[in-house]
């Protein structure tokens, strides 16, 4: 709620491909857009094949304190 969020917590819920490694990894934005609300993206290369991962993300801040786990698909194709 008062903008310092500063890690982000990943656990694989399922794969439709034999291996995927995840990465923990913390991030930075300016506590008024977190607060206003921001978004942290990356890149997902699954060259010439097609599946689908569901992620588990878990935000901690910086004095211990984390939100709710929430999961979401990507799709490569």
């Not at 439709?16 to 977190?34: A, K, L, M, P």
């Not at 097609?50 to 984390?66: E, M, Q, V």
């Amino acid at each position: 709620m008062d903008g310092d969020a500063y890690y982000v917590h990943y656990e694989l819920v399922k794969a439709s491909v034999g291996s995927v490694e995840v990465t923990d990894s913390e991030f930075d934005v300016g506590s008024s857009q977190q607060i206003l609300g921001a978004f942290i993206t990356g890149t997902w290369g699954c060259g010439t094949r097609t599946y689908t991962i569901t992620l588990r993300a878990t935000i901690w801040d910086r004095a211990g304190n984390s939100s709710n786990p929430w999961d979401y698909t990507i799709s490569c194709h």
